[in-house]
């Protein structure tokens, strides 16, 4: 099933935002080894809200979570993510794609493309590494840069594209020295630089090339089901398009069609007899973001009323009532975030 809709803005009230702890900008190493998402004070009257990729891709490690969790902030939102990240040649290997940029500027979030200088031996795996930390100096420019910035998220993160070839070789540089300083083999040098050159070729290029590679991700995805996903729908793909004419290649969980409404739903599964983490959550929440700013939604040339459900599938003997105080009053919360966004919330087979 292939659905296509557009987004003409976005308009979103977020209930669940974690609170965020201020960090100087003198202690912004910490507050990136620390926390996913934070504030950072510049001085006494700048401050911005920032969250950090762990790796430049989006279905690893939660990084929509974390930057829904600067949502609530009043001021500019940025997020740092790696340009691309190496864990070793056993180990995984991320390049930063268009859609995430494009996604971000959707959301009014400033992009900061960075890249790693130093890591340590994974205490897992010997062939690889791990804790990669980011060019501390060239992340505090980019954002004394970013706090004088005038234009909005779209064009700095336009401006940011600019940068990825200077910045992926700085990136294979700092992973070739790495390489020698802990003796871990990394992957081929070649690819990433064959990279680099197609994406330096200019910002249509690295849009084309990501475009492809998110459009066949997304064609795999929508036909496989992971053993934990205990969906009863067809899964779909979702083309959205925005005002300025970008595609976002999104699946669906689950689709399900009654007349005229169309069910979107996305779900996070746990197998205890709780609610899946918090973590998880946030980032269903954000595509729920998504959904409920969706217009002209289609099916083969049929406009449908779009329906969007955040689903929980858990435990046989999961009862509400048993909850911990914590995870009852975030039930509450998300209650309200979906009454207010104009969303539903489906605990296995029950609406919130």
Request: net charge positive; with cysteine.
């Amino acid at each position: 099933m292939d659905i296509s809709a557009k987004i003409t803005g976005i308009k979103y009230t977020p209930f669940l935002c974690s609170k965020l702890i201020l960090f100087h900008v003198d202690h912004l190493d910490e507050a990136l080894f620390k926390k996913g998402s934070f504030i950072l004070s510049i001085d006494e009257k700048r401050q911005i809200a920032l969250s950090r990729w762990t790796s430049a891709k989006r279905s690893r490690t939660y990084p929509y979570g974390r930057v829904y969790d600067c949502l609530n902030f009043q001021g500019k939102k940025a997020t740092i993510i790696p340009f691309y990240k190496d864990e070793g040649k056993v180990g995984d290997r991320d390049y930063l794609q268009w859609d995430t940029i494009s996604l971000m500027s959707l959301l009014g979030i400033y992009v900061i493309i960075s890249y790693y200088i130093d890591a340590e031996l994974s205490p897992r795996d010997e062939k690889k590494i791990a804790n990669q930390k980011f060019n501390i100096e060239h992340v505090k420019s980019e954002i004394e840069s970013l706090l004088w910035y005038q234009s909005d998220a779209l064009h700095w993160n336009l401006s940011q594209i600019d940068k990825v070839g200077e910045i992926g070789q700085k990136a294979i540089e700092a992973y070739a020295k790495l390489s020698k300083k802990l003796g871990i083999e990394m992957h081929s040098e070649n690819f990433a630089k064959k990279r680099i050159q197609k994406l330096l070729e200019g910002k249509e290029e690295f849009m084309n090339l990501s475009r492809e590679l998110a459009q066949k991700a997304q064609n795999r995805e929508s036909v496989t089901i992971q053993p934990k996903e205990k969906l009863t729908g067809k899964k779909a793909t979702l083309t959205i398009k925005n005002y300025l004419g970008g595609y976002y290649y999104f699946t669906c969980d689950e689709v399900e069609i009654e007349e005229q409404n169309i069910y979107l739903i996305e779900g996070k599964n746990t197998e205890k007899d709780e609610l899946p983490s918090f973590s998880d959550i946030k980032d269903g929440l954000a595509k729920m973001i998504l959904f409920t700013n969706m217009e002209d939604v289609e099916i083969d040339n049929k406009i449908y009323n779009p329906v969007p459900i955040l689903k929980f599938t858990t435990g046989s003997g999961f009862r509400i009532e048993q909850l911990k105080k914590r995870q009852r009053k975030r039930l509450e919360l998300l209650k309200i975030e979906a009454q207010t966004n104009n969303f539903r919330v489906m605990i296995n087979q029950d609406f919130l």
